[in-house]
T-cell receptor, first 116, second 109 residues
Framework: EAQVTQNPRYLITVTGKKLTVTCSQN?????MSWYRQDPGLGLRQIYY???????DKGDVPEGYKVSRKEKRNFPLILESPSPNQTSLYFC???????????????FGNGTRLTVT | KQEVTQIPAALSVPEGENLVLNCSFT??????LQWFRQDPGKGLTSLLL?????REQTSGRLNASLDKSSGRSTLYIAASQPGDSATYLC????????FGKGTRLSVIA
């Protein structure tokens, strides 16, 4: 089954304790991206990757890191989480190039992060 | 910079009504436009994808149209049901992908 898998689904942590949210897709997609969703602000892009070893900042990259060492994985790293990073996070993947127009984005089920 | 606006922000209708949700965008250089449904606290479920070269797509009671030149898309829901209650998001895929803030739909039995 084609899917994007995020882990964990729920995470409660304390300020300053490094954490990683994993994202994996099994569709051989080149494009992967991270979003955060906050009430009243909608979904905002954090980082995206067009292919292995290629990453770019989205609208709200501050406080986050990503890496794309393999095509299927795109982890989101919070080196020193702060309470303003409490949010619902989504990972997505999709095709690029000539396939982009008819390729829907596939989303994971989300990770609800609380930083106290 | 691409801006995506969804109107109305919230909508409440009685069961059985046909309704239209609107999505407008400022930059017509897009690859596609995708409509999603999101239930409270849940993930995004893809409803319809319209490629930039297409005018509309249909799936069951849902019909989405795209007018790229005017920067508009509509999602038409026929014979609405209480189970349609959710937030509906449009996402415009250019460089980068940009979401609207959604329309929160309540269908009253």
């Amino acid at each position: 089954e084609a899917q994007v898998t995020q882990n964990p689904r729920y995470l409660i942590t304390v300020t300053g304790k490094k954490l990683t949210v994993t994202c994996s897709q099994n569709m051989n997609h080149e494009y992967m991206s991270w979003y955060r969703q906050d009430p009243g602000l909608g979904l905002r892009q954090i980082y995206y990757s067009m292919n292995v070893e290629v990453t770019d900042k989205g609208d709200v990259p501050e406080g986050y890191k990503v890496s794309r060492k393999e095509k299927r994985n795109f982890p989101l790293i919070l080196e020193s989480p702060s309470p303003n990073q409490t949010s619902l996070y989504f990972c997505a993947s999709g095709s690029t190039g000539r396939m982009m127009g008819d390729s829907p984005l596939h989303f994971g089920n989300g990770t609800r992060l609380t930083v106290t | 910079k691409q801006e995506v606006t969804q109107i109305p922000a919230a909508l409440s209708v009685p069961e059985g009504e046909n309704l239209v949700l609107n999505c407008s965008f400022t930059d017509s250089a897009i690859y596609n436009l995708q409509w999603f449904r999101q239930d409270p606290g849940k993930g995004l479920t893809s409803l319809l994808l319209i490629q930039s070269s297409q005018r509309e797509q249909t799936s069951g009671r849902l019909n989405a149209s795209l007018d790229k030149s005017s920067g508009r898309s509509t999602l038409y829901i026929a014979a609405s049901q209480p189970g349609d209650s959710a937030t509906y998001l449009c996402a415009v895929r250019g460089t980068p992908l940009v979401f609207g803030k959604g329309t929160r739909l309540s269908v009253i039995a």
